[in-house]
């Protein structure tokens, strides 16, 4: 069974962090790139950061240098520091593989986490 549980979103005021953490199957993790997505309503899925197997890390220009991703074997989690936190960073943040999982001709996603960044 697939699993992607994010977890650790909430409000923050600009300037603020989040830790954002989400637990993957096993089987996925292991041999899978993994990534950070952020959806807002109405637009498409956009790829923040992303990670592979081995560590590299990939970042959208708009997060460079205040997002960090990492990976935890040992726990079969990814996560995404988030710091100095922006409005525009507002959105749904899941984790995925990369490209996104296709199940049943549907693209998978888990429940997603929201954050709110606001003053």
């Known amino acids: 069974q697939v699993q992607l549980v994010e977890s650790g979103g909430g409000w923050v005021q600009p300037g603020g962090s989040l830790r954002l953490s989400c637990v993957v199957s096993e089987d996925i993790f292991r041999s899978s790139t993994m990534a950070w997505y952020r959806h807002v309503s109405g637009e498409a899925y956009e790829l923040v950061a992303r990670?592979?197997?081995?560590?590299?890390?990939y970042y959208v220009d708009s997060v460079k240098g205040r997002f960090t991703i990492s990976r935890d074997a040992a726990a079969n989690s990814v996560y995404l520091q988030m710091n100095s936190l922006k409005i525009e960073d507002t959105g749904v943040y899941f984790c995925?593989?990369?490209?996104?999982?296709?199940?049943?001709?549907?693209?998978?996603w888990g429940q997603g986490t929201q954050v709110t960044v606001s003053s």
């Open positions: 990670i592979t197997v081995g560590n590299i890390r």
């Open positions: 995925n593989t990369v490209p996104a999982m296709i199940i049943r001709s549907r693209t998978y």
